[in-house]
């Protein structure tokens, strides 16, 4: 049997949005869709992804990130658009190797190569965090001297800091989650990491002093319009622990070039082209009798693509060793 070895089959935007068409008649054998066509099957594609994922993520697009401490917040705002905290997919932590006096703008970093005390490199241009003697956090960028040991500040820091407090950096914001499955505080100095517990919005807004500072144990998640609201109890009381969550990464849109991919993994590819067919049915006139075929197929697809992004786990049975239990 001859085989080709070859395992890269994939679909591009075109590509989808094509058989999309073809499946409502709206192409003939060879023909290709005007440009007007694809930017409409475009847009259909972008908002049903967007349905899809209230629907709940699946695994494949769940991603880590790190929430960086900062000073005297319980209401951490976390997405792109945010411009006082700090929500990232890169995890860049190393340590003061020289005392820095208040104002300084220069600083010197451990850039070895431990991975426990140091984790990442450093660039120009990163925002960068450096844990302060009194607990606060200096947020400001790197000016010069990126990937080094000598850092320049864009400004200076607002407290003395000494050798061994930590620095957090990052380039680029991770965008707004559209959930928060889990969360854990991490002790910087030694990767250790607790899971804090989820809990209502309602039981986080009645902690009695929400300004309460100390090794945060529990912590609420609500995804707006535009960044998320990442409530915290207690607050962040210094630079030594950070918060890293695992959170539902919002699909891709496709854009304008024809080359993209949908953020799906291959076995998607079926029912993402019957799921985007359904929702230009009505655009192209299909008789109501022929959509309610196409969307059982395109429910039928989606089924069995969901299956093949379920999670192994194993179910563990305790017995009740409890003898007068009935």
Request: aromatic content about 8%; overall charge negative; charged content about 20%.
């Given at each position: ?73 319980s ?53 960068i ?6 607990g606060?956090i200096?947020?400001t ?19 003395a ?17 559209v ?15 607790i899971?804090i ?29 535009t ?18 969550v695992?959170f ?26 019957y ?6 049915a009505?655009?192209y ?42």
């Open positions: 049997m001859a085989l080709s070895s070859v395992y890269d089959a994939s679909a591009t935007r075109t590509i989808i949005c094509q058989s999309a068409l073809r499946k409502l008649g709206a192409l003939a054998e060879g023909q290709t869709a005007t440009s007007a066509a694809i930017d409409i099957a475009v847009e259909s594609f972008n908002f049903m992804q967007r349905a899809w994922q209230a629907e709940g993520m699946p695994v494949w697009y769940l991603k880590t990130g790190y929430i960086y401490p900062l000073a005297n917040e209401n951490l705002t976390i997405g792109p658009t945010s411009t006082s905290d700090h929500f990232t997919e890169e995890l860049i932590i190393t340590r003061l190797t020289d005392n820095a006096a208040s104002g300084a703008t220069s600083i010197t970093v451990d850039a070895s190569t431990n991975a426990r005390t140091v984790i990442g490199v450093t660039a120009n241009s990163d925002n965090g450096v844990e302060l003697n009194n606060n200096t947020w960028t790197i000016s010069a001297g990126g990937a080094g040991a000598s850092l320049t500040l864009a400004a200076g820091l607002g407290g800091a000494n050798s061994n407090n930590r620095v957090y950096a990052y380039t680029t914001k991770a965008p707004r989650p959930e928060i499955e889990y969360a854990w505080r991490v002790e910087a100095a030694t990767a250790d990491k899971e517990a989820q809990v209502s919005l309602s039981e986080i807004l009645s902690q009695t002093n929400p300004t309460d500072e100390g090794e945060t144990i529990m912590f609420n998640y609500q995804a707006t319009l960044d998320g609201a990442f409530r915290i109890w207690p607050r962040f009381k210094d630079g030594k622990q950070y918060i890293e695992l539902q990464n919002p699909f891709d849109d496709l854009d304008a070039a024809s080359t993209n991919n949908p953020s799906f993994p291959d076995e998607w590819i079926e029912a993402l082209i799921g985007l067919a359904v929702r230009l009505p655009d006139k299909l008789p109501l009798q022929e959509r309610m075929l196409l969307k059982q197929e395109a429910e039928a697809m989606k089924e069995r693509a969901f299956m093949s992004a379920r999670e192994n786990a194993s179910i563990i049975f305790i017995p009740n060793m409890d003898w007068n239990s009935k």
